[in-house]
């Protein structure tokens, strides 16, 4: 299974995981979106969402790999939302 992570489409229903520095932003700009599935930030901001330290590149590494690319996985959730079930190691979606 391939995976492409992209940049921007901040306003697709598509997950998301925003990266949110201190130093450019005080707050996220993806918080109040329900697919919004991680948040990767140096500041003290918590969100209803994993978060990882600009540092924690395995972790996180981890985590996408444990919620879309694990074949022992029943229901795969592309948005905290929507499942989409997975199949024969594909995703079908609903």
Same mark, same amino acid.
């Given at each position: 299974?391939? &995976?492409v $992570?992209?940049?921007?489409?901040?306003?697709?229903?598509?997950p998301? $995981?925003? %990266? &949110?520095? #201190?130093?450019?932003?005080?707050?996220? +700009?993806? #918080?109040?979106?329900?697919?919004l $599935? !991680? +948040? *990767?930030?140096?500041?003290? @901001?918590?969100?209803? *969402?994993?978060?990882? #330290? +600009? =540092?924690? %590149?395995? !972790?996180? !590494? @981890?985590?996408?790999?444990?919620?879309?690319?694990?074949?022992?996985? =029943?229901? &795969?959730?592309?948005?905290?939302?929507?499942p989409?079930? +997975?199949? *024969?190691?594909? &995703? $079908?979606?609903?």
């Open positions: 299974m391939d &995976l $992570i992209n940049e921007g489409f901040k306003k697709d229903r598509k998301k $995981i925003e %990266i &949110l520095r #201190g130093d450019r932003n005080s707050k996220p +700009l993806c #918080g109040d979106d329900d697919s $599935i !991680a +948040l *990767v930030t140096d500041t003290d @901001t918590s969100l209803d *969402v994993p978060t990882f #330290g +600009l =540092e924690d %590149i395995e !972790a996180l !590494a @981890t985590m996408i790999e444990e919620r879309y690319l694990s074949t022992e996985t =029943e229901n &795969l959730h592309l948005t905290r939302n929507d989409v079930q +997975l199949a *024969v190691g594909r &995703l $079908i979606q609903e």
